[in-house]
């Protein structure tokens, strides 16, 4: 008689928030730390059935602190999340004790320095990979705001519609109020297929507080998610963007609230520095009790 192959046994599927020291803030992540015999396929449905924007893929590397990472949202495998990263790097930190690892993924190399705060929360700062931007054309806003239910004059002048890069490409816009960042309701399939054919992650949808501090949403439609609570690959690339368009001077830090509107506040912290063209991305993260 011939015996049925047990199924594989399902992977540990630890669950973080991002950009929060409170479970029921910031952006949910989830964290496998031993993925290295799943295989793609696999990898998307674990993402599927955790159903957060992202989760997280570990295999450690040849080193001690190297690790290669993939993350999936619930329907495609996106090159770089900056929210799962800081989730991993707190879920090893928690394990191994704080200090630095490095995190191969699809759009290379990204070092992250984890440390305990003032408070006692671990606290994870990642460096992306070297970032751009680059125009938006009219044809291109011009759809961008229709699919937003946006109109030109929606857009704050001083922050011009551009293409942004640290890791995944985004683009930025920027509100001229903050109620109009605040009302948030678009055509979902729409934007999805306008997205893709851009080869765009997020819109990184922004309002300007004051000079250093700034408060983003983030449609995410080709992963599946309505919206992203918080965004630290888009962060990177407000960063970069910010500071491409001479908006920001560096040595800089920059504070982005995002997930507000979502009832999910989180809190993001952008580093420029001089001479170095990457940007640094930091935030806590805390488990999100079973």
């Given at each position: 008689m011939t015996s049925t192959p047990a199924p594989p046994t399902a992977p540990e599927v630890l669950r973080y928030a991002a950009f929060a020291t409170d479970p029921a803030g910031g952006n949910p992540a989830g964290v496998v730390l031993d993925a290295g015999a799943l295989g793609e396929q696999r990898m998307l449905e674990i993402a599927a059935a955790v159903g957060y924007?992202?989760?997280?893929?570990?295999?450690?590397?040849?080193?001690?602190?190297?690790?290669?990472?993939?993350?999936?949202?619930?329907?495609?495998?996106?090159?770089?999340?900056?929210?799962?990263?800081?989730?991993?790097?707190?879920?090893?930190?928690?394990?191994?004790?704080?200090?630095?690892?490095?995190?191969?993924?699809?759009?290379?190399?990204?070092?992250?320095?984890?440390?305990?705060?003032?408070?006692?929360?671990?606290?994870?700062?990642?460096?992306?990979?070297?970032?751009?931007?680059?125009?938006?054309?009219?044809?291109?806003?011009?759809?961008?705001?229709?699919?937003?239910?946006?109109?030109?004059?929606?857009?704050?002048?001083?922050?011009?519609?551009?293409?942004?890069?640290?890791?995944?490409?985004?683009?930025?816009?920027?509100?001229?109020?903050?109620?109009?960042?605040?009302?948030?309701?678009?055509?979902?399939?729409?934007?999805?297929?306008?997205?893709?054919?851009?080869?765009?992650?997020?819109?990184?949808?922004?309002?300007?507080?004051?000079?250093?501090?700034?408060?983003?949403?983030?449609?995410?439609?080709v992963g599946g998610v309505v919206e992203d609570p918080a965004t630290g690959a888009a962060a990177a690339a407000l960063g970069a963007y910010l500071r491409e368009l001479g908006a920001v001077t560096a040595p800089a830090t920059l504070t982005l609230h995002q997930g507000a509107d979502l009832g999910r506040p989180g809190v993001l912290l952008v580093g420029l520095h001089e001479g170095d063209g990457r940007v640094r991305v930091s935030g806590t993260a805390v488990a999100i009790p079973g």
């Open positions: 924007s992202e989760t997280a893929f570990l295999a450690p590397g040849p080193t001690a602190g190297a690790y290669t990472v993939r993350y999936f949202s619930p329907l495609m495998e996106v090159p770089f999340c900056g929210h799962a990263t800081v989730a991993a790097a707190v879920a090893v930190a928690e394990r191994g004790g704080p200090g630095r690892y490095v995190f191969t993924t699809a759009a290379g190399e990204v070092p992250v320095e984890t440390e305990r705060d003032a408070a006692g929360a671990l606290r994870a700062t990642l460096t992306s990979v070297e970032p751009h931007t680059e125009p938006a054309g009219a044809a291109d806003v011009a759809e961008a705001l229709a699919l937003l239910g946006w109109a030109a004059g929606d857009l704050d002048p001083a922050l011009p519609p551009r293409f942004a890069y640290a890791g995944a490409r985004h683009l930025v816009l920027a509100a001229a109020t903050r109620a109009r960042l605040a009302d948030l309701a678009y055509d979902f399939d729409g934007l999805a297929a306008w997205m893709t054919a851009r080869g765009l992650i997020t819109l990184q949808l922004v309002w300007r507080e004051d000079a250093a501090t700034f408060h983003v949403r983030d449609p995410f439609p």
